[in-house]
């Protein structure tokens, strides 16, 4: 991976964060098939000029370490905690600055969706009352 300069990681942050905000508004059910595909493909000329451009290495590994933080949140959560113990242990496991930022970023809002899912269940779980 190759050092991003600051400008570029900015607008992959950025884009990235656009990104992953439109899938879940993509998911509400106000939203029309028409503004889904308007979306969909938003995303995709989005994804196609990060991975065809000089950084697809570092939008790849964001996507990758949010994914994983997604799918494995226990586990990508210790290995977040072991990391931020020591800049050394970052090191030691040939994480660069920009890729310290990227597993940052993708915990945050790995985070976040995890919020709203839990309150969309909150508020579609009818509440029990008692007779």
Known sequence: M??????????MRSDFHDQITERWK???PSV???????????AFERDQRWRSGAYA???????MVYSDFRDYPHAMQG?????????NVWED???????RRSVIQARNIAHEEHLAIEALHQQRTPIRRER
Not at 34 to 39: F, L, P, T
Not at 57 to 63: A, E, K, M, Q, S
Not at 93 to 99: A, P
Request: hydrophobic letters at 35%; aromatic letters at 8%.
């Open 2 to 11: 190759t050092s991003m300069q600051s400008e570029h990681e900015e607008a």
């Open 26 to 28: 993509a998911l509400q």
């Open 32 to 42: 029309t098939e028409a503004e889904r595909r308007e979306i969909t493909g938003r």
């Open 57 to 63: 290495v570092d939008w790849d590994f964001l996507h």
């Open 79 to 87: 290995f977040a905690e072991a990391l931020d113990v020591s800049d």
């Open 93 to 99: 496991y040939g994480l660069t600055e920009d890729m």
